[in-house]
C-alpha cells in the first residue's frame, strides 16, 4: 500500500491571505553550503567538509490572475515593488489530517520576481518567486 498523498488543496498564504486558485507551489529549496576544511593531514588523501550556512531558498508560486484579489496577488506585488518582508505559509489541505499526518511550512520572505502571462489559448496567469530569509519551520500534525 502506497504513503503518497495527493498535493491537491495545497494553500498558499502571503501576509495571512490565501493566494486563490494556485495551480503550483514549489519550495522552499533549502540547502547548506560546506565548507572545504581539507589539508595536508586529510585521511587517504580526501576531501574533507564541515557544515556551513543554510540558505532557506526560494518559493515559487503560479495560479489563475485574480485582478480583483486586492488582498492577495496584487497585495504581493505591491510588496514586491516595495521589498518588504512578510510571513508565508503553505498549508496542506485539512482533510489529508483524516488518514494522515500532514505538513505545513511558515517562515518569512519577499518576493524577488512577479510576472503575468497572457498566453493567445488560455488564462491570464502569474508567477511569483519568493525569497526565504531566515530559518522556515517545518511541522507535521
Known sequence: MSSGVSGFGCIFHWDGVDLDESTQITGPSESMSPIDVTNHDSASAFREFVAGIHDGGEITVEGNFISGDSTGQ?????????????????????????????PEMDGNGYVTSFEINCPYDGPITYKATIKVTGKPTLTVS
Open 74 to 102: 496584487i497585495a504581493m506585488h505591491t510588496d514586491f515593488q516595495a521589498t518588504t518582508v512578510k510571513a508565508w505559509k503553505i498549508k496542506h489541505p485539512a482533510w489529508v489530517a483524516s488518514s494522515h499526518e500532514y
